[in-house]
């Protein structure tokens, strides 16, 4: 079955970067269109970024300008590097891949911790 691990969670100071790693099994991940989200405390979850299949990136506004989202085929792993981070990043981050083709999907991952304090 699929399964989504994130890693690379942590503690920073505001101003730091982080690169979070989703490793991807149980599927043709080339094949998939990789998201992350995240979900602060008392607040629903929240999209981030998503990477295509051929590469394309698109971003919340909250992550335009600091946050990169990539993909290594050959690893099965999809990242988020997260720059200049914010207090207001502090979350925990969610790797997850949906689609409808052939039929419908929504896989999660566990999360990882990001906090951004002094």
């Known amino acids: 079955q699929v399964q989504l691990v994130e890693s690379g969670g942590g503690l920073v100071q505001p101003g730091g970067s982080l690169r979070l790693s989703c490793a991807a099994s149980g599927m043709i991940f080339s094949g998939y269109a990789m998201n992350w989200y995240r979900q602060a405390p008392g607040k629903q979850r929240e999209w981030v970024a998503t990477i295509s299949v051929s590469g394309r990136t698109n971003y919340a506004d909250s992550a335009k300008g600091r946050f990169t989202i990539s993909r290594d085929n050959a690893k099965n792993t999809v990242y988020l590097q997260m720059n200049n981070l914010k207090p207001e990043d502090t979350a925990v981050y969610y790797c997850?891949?949906?689609?409808?083709?052939?039929?419908?999907?929504?896989?999660w991952g566990q999360g990882t911790q990001v906090t951004v304090s002094s």
């Open positions: 997850n891949t949906r689609g409808i083709v052939p039929r419908p999907y929504d896989y």
